[in-house]
């Protein structure tokens, strides 16, 4: 009994650091597709079309409703203070440098990245990475650099365009259902917000997500057993090791960037 | 055999591969001649894309040596791997298409990623080999159109345009009505003989095969148990063969996977 705990938990073990392992030579073979990149750049921007274009739906509306219940829920507080003029910075500070990067990482892997999962995954199952191979196609710079590449580029322009929505919702929120002077919460907004501290530490974060979650999400399509259970498993664990992964680093991301300590 | 040494395009020698403690290839010696059509043939599972797949560096022998055209695979660096592959060409099994591409885009694509040719020339190549295959007017479909048989001619038409110095077709027949049958059969036939290709066919169809391939290899169980052209194979002796090349129930090939005592399993579950 207690051999068998004990033995799987070392085969559990080994597996997480193969697979650690596999992923980190795969982001170098990834890496090493980039340059390729400069003669296929149409992929690029193909990638950046389906991955951050076609996630732009669900990025508004979100932003959108995340913005305004900020407003709501900042104003609720803040009223007992009198204090309802700080709402802009209220709101954008806790987009641009928290909410904005996560929630759209996290919107992100369930949108795109258990696209892109499946996508490799099938193409692998089907062969059509093999064929590739054989045709001398590498599919390292054919495939998964271009998807990697696109989703580094999209998912700081989400995560910008995520913050910036909300802001207008909680302008919404906040100016014209609210009655707080529109000067207020935008001259406040203006005074207290860095450009480089708050915009520019979120506009980091959000790369490194975008870093994280794509290659997740395109290791775990390229890692996948060839089947369709696999593939299908292969999905659900991008969305959770990509969360998972998002919610770790940003709490590090955090406490690097913002503590005074 | 006694062809010269330079007449042999893949020489394989004491070739052996597993899967887990299984031996698909227990240390088999393969001579593929230039310029003929060679088919390998064999039972369901015994290995035959598995050899396509070693010939092609896809896998790695566990022992024994593949030699393609005088180079040494085990030797090769990437790059000379890819320079050998533009020149082979393989369909597989499945076809293999591209399914963010469509049939035209497909079967432009190897020339697309290795060339730098005009849009004309390389529209005029696509169309080529589309006629060949007697899908021109399926251009547009995307794969998730196409039948499997029809998949599989237009990954056929994509092997083929670059131009190879040998292809291998795993189970090009299966799917095919008797008249693009007909066809394709005459298609590998007269490719091979005009543009001085060499070709492996993996098949199952003992007709069709024996009526276009030069040599014949047959395996089972990780040997070659009989090889010769089609005459000689008739001809032979050998029960494996005969059991084979007639297609009956009863002899030395298993029609079943290596698998315990069937009445002791029955008995022990
Ligand atoms: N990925 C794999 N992992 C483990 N075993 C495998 C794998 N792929 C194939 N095999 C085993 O290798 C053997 C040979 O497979 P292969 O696909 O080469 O057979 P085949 O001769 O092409 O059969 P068929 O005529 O049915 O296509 C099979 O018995 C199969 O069990
Ligand atoms: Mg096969």
Redesign the pocket.
Known sequence: MILDGLQSVGRTTLDVFSKFGRAHLFLLHTLAGVPSLFVRWRLVVSEVYSLGVLSLTIILVSGLFVGMVLGLQGYNTLVNFNATEMLGVVVSLSLLRELGPVLTALLFAGRAGSALTAEIGLMKATEQLSAMEMMAVNPYKRVIAPRFIGGLIAMPLLAGIFSAIGILGGHLVVVELLQVDAGAYWSQMQDTVELFDDIGNGMIKAAVFGVVVTWIAVFEGYDCIPTSEGVSRATTRTVVNASLATLGIDFILTALMFSDV | MTTPANDILVRARGLTFK??NRY?FNNIDLDIQRGKITAIM?P???????LLRLIGKQLKPHGGSIEIDGQALAKLSTRELYALRKRMGMLF?NGALLTDLNVYENVAFPLREHTRLPESIIRHLVLMKLQAVGLRGARDLSPSELSGGMARRVALARALVLDPMMMMYD?PFTGQDPISLGVLVRLIRSMNDALSLTSII?S?DIQETSSIADYIYILSDGCVVGQGTPEQLKQTDSAWVKQFLNAESDGPVPFH?AAPDYRADLLGG
């Not at chain 2, 369901?44 to 598995?50: F, H, M, Q, R, V």
Request: no cysteine; glycine share 24%.
């Open positions: 899967r887990g698909i064999g369901s599972g015994t290995g035959k894309t598995t099994q189970e993996v199952h996977f």
